[in-house]
């Protein structure tokens, strides 16, 4: 798959693309729908398949100081949108420019000119250009004047008639339920990024803890998570069952004043070895309980053995290891 940070300039190979517009955040079923589907027209028309979207997310641009909320960063939803078939991704800067740009500038300059698409696939609700100016009726009026096909996509339901939605999922991680945020996203949700120095007192109560930064990813609820990590080696991911604490630290003052900044803490069952510097994906496989603050440090390890003790019976199922770590998605959905 290539991605481009940009439309301009483009090798032929990435033009006259099949496009899916929008900010997939989260590749979740619906959006795995959507890539189903135009793939199918992609190949109806002997096309490359390809997605347009933006980065930042356009909500982080206007709201800057909302609470992070984005589902997958950069990186995951390449990966993501990688494993799904598409060829051609174009990540478009969304910055003050772009902002600006009306609708009608938008399809002349971008779809027409840059990437020549063949066809442009959107959602029933889709807006674009400044002040959201364009509309799927526009859309089509565009297409019909530029020669390129426009599909609407209705919203995808899931068994149970819940629409899969970004909204939703985001909801679900609040309220501390990640195997509900897994059924719509079709694989259990992930915090990624470095391993960093910690306070070190996990180690002294023999749980030593490879600990990563939330940055601007989506805060769940804080507490402690049966989960699986994925180490980076090379061009493999090396998956882990273990326990993590995801939060402040509210543990004991006097030997850990914990932080402001949210971080969490994994502790891999059955693992010797140096993790700092190394990338990790940290997938949330099942919520055990909340942050407590302890009296001593004697409750809190006794603590922390119960909590492996309940993720190692967790991450022993059967149903779980049917799901991971065979591939990013639990059941990929084709409608």
Do not use: C
């Given at each position: 798959?290539?991605?481009?940070?940009?439309?301009?300039?483009?090798?032929?190979?990435?033009?006259?693309?099949?496009?899916?517009?929008?900010?997939?955040?989260?590749?979740?079923?619906?959006?795995?729908?959507?890539?189903?589907?135009?793939?199918?027209?992609?190949?109806?028309?002997?096309?490359?398949?390809?997605?347009?979207?933006?980065?930042?997310?356009?909500?982080?641009?206007?709201?800057?100081?909302?609470?992070?909320?984005?589902?997958?960063?950069?990186?995951?939803?390449?990966?993501?949108?990688?494993?799904?078939?598409?060829?051609?991704?174009f990540f478009l800067t969304f910055n003050a420019a772009l902002s600006h740009q009306g609708a009608e500038a938008f399809v002349k300059e971008i779809l027409v000119r840059d990437l020549g698409v063949a066809h442009v696939a959107v959602g029933e609700n889709f807006h674009f250009g400044h002040k959201r100016q364009g509309n799927v009726d526009f859309l089509r009026v565009a297409g019909q004047d530029h020669g390129f096909g426009v599909s609407v996509l209705k919203q995808v339901l899931s068994p149970a008639a819940e629409a899969y939605s970004s909204t939703a999922i985001r909801a679900y991680l609040k309220a501390g339920d990640p195997n509900r945020a897994a059924s719509l996203l079709g694989r259990y949700w992930e915090i990624e990024g470095r391993v960093q120095e910690g306070a070190r007192l996990g180690r002294t109560l023999g749980f030593p803890t490879a600990n990563i930064a939330l940055g601007d990813s989506l805060e769940p609820a804080y507490g402690v998570y049966a989960v699986s990590a994925g180490i980076d080696q090379g061009d493999d991911t090396v998956w882990r069952p273990g326990v993590a604490n995801l939060g402040i630290r509210p543990t004991i003052e006097d030997a850990d004043p914990g932080t402001t900044e949210p971080l969490l803490e994994v502790y891999l069952f059955d693992f010797d070895g140096d993790l700092y510097g190394q990338h990790m994906r940290v997938a949330l496989v099942d919520y055990l309980r909340p942050e407590w603050k302890f009296d001593d440090l004697e409750a809190l390890k006794v603590q922390m053995v119960e909590d492996a003790r309940r993720a190692r019976i967790i991450l022993a199922d059967e149903r779980w290891q049917a799901g991971w770590p065979a591939g990013p998605f639990l059941s990929p959905i084709d409608p």
């Open positions: 798959m290539a991605i481009f940070r940009h439309s301009s300039d483009l090798p032929a190979s990435a033009r006259g693309a099949v496009v899916a517009i929008g900010n997939f955040d989260g590749v979740h079923r619906g959006h795995q729908a959507v890539i189903a589907q135009i793939k199918r027209m992609a190949l109806d028309l002997g096309a490359p398949t390809a997605v347009l979207t933006f980065e930042p997310h356009p909500r982080r641009f206007f709201r800057p100081g909302d609470p992070p909320f984005q589902l997958t960063s950069f990186r995951l939803k390449a990966r993501l949108l990688e494993s799904l078939g598409v060829d051609h991704v």
